[in-house]
């Protein structure tokens, strides 16, 4: 293997791949990324046999070959070398990176050692749109949970429905949904589980001109074609709980409030409030919802009361401020509805200018002290 | 030895994980048992390999297959470096996941170099259980495509029972395309909920032909010496190892100090045996002790066989074979044999306790003279004393 590039370019990519690759691993190769140079095109790929990226880049390859080199160290040495074209040749079991006025050597894997990534078949790929995509993904992956106990809560659910796709997570506590229009996805797969650090790694590797982002679904995993970047991902064993029944049809009580003043009194609030629950009282009245928290460990109270307008009668309820603060960032209205029926039962926030089908998150009460 | 002969180790289990594959019947969940030592690790890498051979190979005479040990599954597995082979493995106590991912490597880096070796460890051990939930995660992520992934819980007696609790579903019902593989000393150690969810497969002593040539080919031992140490270590292949390290590091002069010692027993007075016990057995080495004890146990074994059958053939201690034919006289009638290791069972179990070493040592040669009427041992030593 014998190839030459910029050295930004060889280090922009490393670093895309890094992400990926664990300090430690009782499987020695993963700290290792896979160099392929092929015709005029050097891929470079990387796991952690949860997710793989797999980055490829234009370069000149005098010959062509395959090596698993360490990529920390790897990263270090490029990153610190001057700008200049690089050439990188493997002899036996060590590569040679040749720069103007040097070299350095560093030990190889076998390219065979490297677990195999799964083929990416672009003709089975689906176009969907780049903005649907990352909306869907900042909208919903916050509410995955972090509870071993119910693995397929981890991910983010992932369906077609009729002429939409949707995406939805929930830890059980909380939930949220958002579905865009999308016929191409129709029938093409069953509802999958998606691990949230591969979505979460998709804004990362899209640029405002890329509009369109290739999915191939695959048996076991997913493959998201990035223009240049493959990330693939294996898939959350399913079954996802029937979500649709804890999502209450309809409240008899609506209560419209400005998203950022209550965001910016919630957070205030919260200061006070009890470490281990984060509990703040909602007390809403006709026009004015006030908030309050007690703290006995401390000795503190907060109040604050903003303006609402509320269709129903007035209710006491209690919730987790930080659930709150979370979902009502995930909002781009200036006003955002609650709805709900009584204190006990979950209540749906949504935004005024999207429909409910559209975008909807969901959050459980806390009981309050009688 | 290579790949093939290693299954040879345990010819009957190899037997039984084979001919499961070839009925398309493997079980979820495997408990090998038996002392450590025996082959439970190289014939869970061998099983694991198999699973994911890309060409199987069978032996015309016995119908069983085995893994190729030429492609790529089966080299990254045996190089313990395959992405569907998953260990939870007995480590000391660590500050935090880093030191937790150091020294599972340091373990698999000895287990790569030598697949019977013993986990040995001066301080306490446990499988952790963020080691557990690791694995435990891993598994609810769908396996690749034409992967069998095997998790090796090993020496699974040494997790906590409340850790243990937590993988029970896992045990019951692993995830598709997975195979899990407990081992421990004695089944009954686990919980009965893990017992009854797996197959039990016992692991006997590995056959004398067998670890002999393993320790010449590996070790590079002679043959004499490969049989005897075998014998001793009662087809151990772990523990013949630790033999052969140990003897190579002091040279074999523990092995002649203890036999030296047993002679003592029956052909030297009392005072003199616990001379001989304090000038040659250190206080602080509770090692050297519990080897002592093993070897007189071993060497009391081969007194009373040879006493009872007059076969001198099959006598573990070879090196000590004469010596042993001649105190076989003192285990003719009595029921010495059965008291004597009694008394060096209890001693054992004192040691594990903390005891004063040299104390204990002392009482023990005290008591083990007792046995003997003292009449009796005037005149047998006397009689000794002219061989």
């Known amino acids: 293997m014998k190839f030459s590039l910029p050295k930004s370019r060889f280090a922009d990519s490393l ?52 090596a698993a080199l360490p990529a920390r160290i790897l990263f270090e040495i490029i990153r610190e070398l001057p700008e200049a074209e690089i050439t990188i040749e493997s002899t036996n ?17 076998t390219s065979e050692e490297f677990p195999k990534l799964p083929a990416v078949n672009t003709k089975k790929q689906i176009k969907v749109s780049s903005d649907d995509l990352v909306r869907m993904i900042q909208k919903t992956t916050f509410a995955c949970s972090m509870d071993e106990t119910r693995p397929a809560l981890n991910g983010v659910l992932w369906q077609t429905k009729g002429d939409k796709m949707q995406m939805v997570a929930t830890d059980g506590h909380r939930l949220a949904r958002m579905a865009v229009e999308n016929t191409k996805l129709k029938g093409v797969s069953e509802d999958i589980i998606i691990p949230p650090k591969v979505l979460n790694l998709i804004p990362k590797f899209i640029d405002v001109e890329q509009k369109e982002v290739g999915i191939i679904f695959g048996e076991n995993n997913i493959i998201f074609n990035l223009k240049g970047t493959i990330l693939t991902s294996r898939l959350i064993e399913g079954p996802y709980p029937n979500f649709e029944q804890v999502i209450p049809a309809s409240g008899d009580k609506k209560v419209s409030v400005p998203r950022d003043d209550l965001n910016r009194a919630v957070r205030r609030v919260s200061i006070l409030s009890n470490t281990l629950t984060h509990q703040v009282k909602f007390a809403i009245k006709k026009s004015s919802l006030t908030l309050s928290t007690s703290n006995a460990d401390v000795g503190g109270e907060g109040k604050e009361s903003i303006q609402c307008d509320l269709e129903g009668e007035p209710i006491e309820l209690g919730y987790n401020a930080s659930y709150i603060s979370e979902i009502l960032s ?8 609650f ?24 959050v459980m009460p806390l009981r309050l002290a009688e | 030895m290579n790949h093939f002969d290693i299954t040879q180790a345990q010819p009957k289990v190899w037997s039984i994980l084979s001919r499961s594959f070839s009925n398309k019947r493997t079980a979820s969940t495997y408990l090998f048992h038996g002392r450590e030592g025996l082959g439970q690790w190289p014939l869970a890498i061998s099983f694991a390999a198999l699973l994911n051979c890309l060409k199987p190979v069978k032996a015309e005479e016995t119908g069983l297959i085995f893994p190729c040990g030429k492609c790529r599954p089966c080299r990254s597995i045996y190089a313990l470096n395959f992405e569907g082979l998953h260990f939870a493995l007995p480590i000391s106590s660590h500050k935090n996941s880093d030191e937790m991912i150091d020294l599972t490597n340091e373990l698999l880096e000895q287990k790569r170099q030598e697949p019977f070796k013993l986990f040995l460890s001066a301080q306490a051990v446990t499988i952790p259980i963020a080691m557990a939930r690791e694995i435990k995660r891993t598994l609810t992520r769908k396996a690749p495509k034409g992967i069998r992934r095997v998790v090796l819980f090993y020496r699974m007696e040494k997790m906590k029972a409340s850790s243990a609790d937590a993988l029970l579903k896992l045990i019951e019902e692993p995830p598709g395309d997975t195979v899990i593989i407990l081992t421990a000393d004695r089944p009954e150690a686990l919980l009965p909920t893990i017992q009854s969810r797996a197959q039990k497969i016992r692991f006997d002593r590995v056959p004398e032909a067998v670890a002999a040539g393993y320790l010449m080919s590996n070790c590079g031992v002679k043959e004499n010496r490969a049989r005897l140490v075998v014998r001793i270590c009662e087809g151990n292949v772990g523990q013949a190892l630790e033999m052969v390290s140990s003897d190579e590091e002091d040279d074999g002069s523990s092995r002649a100090v203890g036999q030296l010692l047993f002679r003592s027993l029956f052909t030297e007075p009392k005072p003199e045996v616990v001379a001989l016990i304090t000038e040659l057995i250190k206080d602080r080495d509770r090692g050297a002790a519990e080897s002592l004890l093993g070897l007189w146990q071993s060497l009391i074994r081969d007194c009373a066989y040879y006493a009872d059958t007059g076969d001198g053939d099959d006598l573990v201690n070879i090196d000590f074979a004469e010596e042993l034919k001649r105190l076989a006289r003192f285990f003719e009638k009595s029921r010495l044999a059965a008291a004597m290791t009694d008394n060096i069972k209890k001693a054992l179990a004192d040691l594990q306790v903390n005891v004063h070493i040299h104390i204990s040592l002392v009482a023990l040669v005290l008591k083990l003279r007792s046995h003997m009427p003292a009449a009796e041992q005037d005149r047998k030593i006397a009689g000794c004393e002219r061989y």
Do not use: H, M, W
């Open chain 1, 15 to 66: 670093q895309s791949v890094l992400q990926v690759v664990p300090t430690k691993s009782t499987l020695p190769i993963l700290t290792n990324v896979l160099i392929e140079a092929l015709e005029s095109k050097l891929k470079i790929s990387a796991t952690d046999l949860d997710i793989s990226i797999t980055v490829t880049v234009d370069c000149k390859v005098t010959k062509k070959g395959a």
């Open chain 1, 330 to 337: 995930r909002f781009d209205s200036p006003e955002v509805v």
């Open chain 1, 93 to 109: 079991s060590r590569v040679e990176i040749r720069i103007p006025n040097g070299s350095y050597k560093i030990a190889t894997v």
């Open chain 1, 339 to 362: 709805e709900f029926s009584s204190p006990v039962a979950a209540g749906v926030i949504y935004s005024p200018d999207i429909p409910k089908e559209d975008f909807l998150c969901l």
